[in-house]
Structures are given as structure tokens and as C-alpha cells.
T-cell receptor, first 117, second 115 residues
Framework: ETGVTQTPRHLVMGMTNKKSLKCEQH?????MYWYKQSAKKPLELMFV???????ENNSVPSRFSPECPNSSHLFLHLHTLQPEDSALYLC????????????????FGQGTRLTVV | AQSVAQPEDQVNVAEGNPLTVKCTYS??????LFWYVQYPNRGLQFLLK??????LVKGSYGFEAEFNKSQTSFHLKKPSALVSDSALYFC?????????????FGKGTMLLVSP
């Protein structure tokens, strides 16, 4: 295990549902990220939080709403999703800036496989 | 702006043969370079990194990578491939000089090792 835990691992939801994805990191990092991974497409960075402040939002539709209540937890709230939102959603954490040559890499959770029906 | 190119969508190699997965990068400052591996329906696992020092870095599962500054490359290598190495491999870069920066990933290369 990498120290980053995502729940649930699998989620099936209807287009009118509201659900949330949860991510927790036990690495003492101060930055957390949401990525979207769709079939046959590159990894898409969705949101970045550094010290619990959102520092990047890559033009993500408002039906995705992130929340970072503290440096260890990150949520992605979902509502009125579309079938094309079906993907693997990955959470990651890192230390920013890194402490010298250590703590330079990001660690990923196992992902949540989301299917929108 | 940072960028990473992985020119091959797929690399096929026979078990026991050496493998190379290619990566080139572009970054304004000094690069931190990484390789990650992803097995089906799993997250990305860190394999190895280049930060500074020796151009040849060794990582998990017998993988190594060579940093070449003049060619801006960071190719992943393994002397003898295993069937269990079959997975999706991602190269990534971040700018070492930025006070805050995110990883930029390549599009990934699928490695298929045949028995």
C-alpha cells in the first residue's frame, strides 16, 4: 500500500444521483490531487490542493466539486453526472515544495472506478 | 510549460529479453523525473526517480532508467523482462526550481511481455 486510501473502489451511479469520493493520505504530505483517467486518454489533472487551499482547477465542469477539509482528506462530490464521466478517478498526494532530494514523488491511491448509467 | 513525450503506445518484448520504454521531456528548469507503473484497475505505483547525481538510477523490480540531459531523455530499461512486467508505464516530470509544481505525465506506454 502507498499510504493513500480511496473509497469506494467501485461506484455505479445514475445521472441524477449525488455521491462523493473520499481520499485519505497518511504520509504527512501537504498537497493533494484529483486525476481522471479515461480509456485511451492521457491522465487529466482535475484539481490541486496545497495546504488545504485550491491552487488549480483545470476547467473541470461544476458537476464535480472538490473539498479539502484538512491536509489528510480530500473529497470529490459528484452530482448530475454524464455517462462520459465514467472513468477511473485517482487521488494523489505529495510534499510541495519537496524537502531536498527526498519527498519528491507523488503517491497515488488505488482509484475509484466510476460508472455513470 | 512542462511536457513529456512517450513516443510508443505499446512495446512488445519476449520474456528474458531486455526492454526499453522511451521518454523525452521538456522543462524550463532542472527536472525531477519519474517512472510509474499501473496494473489494470489500480493506481499508479512509483518505480524510480532521477533527482540529481548519477545518471543511471535503479528502482523497484529490477528496473533502471538513464537520464540524458543533452537528449532530454529518461528511458526506462530492464535487462531481462518478465511476463509479470506487462503493464502500463508512465513517465513524469516536475520542475525542481518551482516552489510549487505539479507532475506532468506522458500518455503512457503499454508493455506486453510474451512468454
Amino acid at each position: 500500500e502507498t499510504g493513500v486510501t480511496q473509497t469506494p473502489r467501485h461506484l455505479v451511479m445514475g445521472m441524477t444521483n449525488k455521491k462523493s469520493l473520499k481520499c485519505e493520505q497518511h504520509l504527512g504530505h501537504n498537497a493533494m490531487y484529483w486525476y481522471k483517467q479515461s480509456a485511451k486518454k492521457p491522465l487529466e489533472l482535475m484539481f490541486v490542493y496545497s495546504l488545504e487551499e485550491r491552487v488549480e482547477n483545470n476547467s473541470v465542469p461544476s458537476r464535480f466539486s472538490p473539498e479539502c477539509p484538512n491536509s489528510s482528506h480530500l473529497f470529490l462530490h459528484l452530482h448530475t453526472l454524464q455517462p462520459e464521466d465514467s472513468a477511473l478517478y485517482l487521488c494523489a498526494s505529495s510534499q510541495d515544495p519537496p524537502t531536498g532530494d527526498r519527498n519528491t514523488e507523488a503517491f497515488f491511491g488505488q482509484g475509484t472506478r466510476l460508472t455513470v448509467v | 510549460a512542462q511536457s513529456v513525450a512517450q513516443p510508443e503506445d505499446q512495446v512488445n518484448v519476449a520474456e528474458g529479453n531486455p526492454l526499453t520504454v522511451k521518454c523525452t521531456y521538456s522543462v524550463s528548469g532542472n527536472p525531477y523525473l519519474f517512472w510509474y507503473v499501473q496494473y489494470p484497475n489500480r493506481g499508479l505505483q512509483f518505480l524510480l526517480k532521477y533527482i540529481t547525481g548519477d545518471n543511471l538510477v535503479k528502482g523497484s523490480y529490477g528496473f533502471e532508467a538513464e537520464f540524458n540531459k543533452s537528449q532530454t531523455s529518461f528511458h526506462l530499461k530492464k535487462p531481462s523482462a518478465l511476463v509479470s512486467d506487462s503493464a502500463l508505464y508512465f513517465c513524469a516530470v516536475r520542475d525542481a526550481l518551482s516552489g510549487y509544481s505539479t507532475l506532468t505525465f506522458g500518455k503512457g506506454t503499454m508493455l506486453l511481455v510474451s512468454p
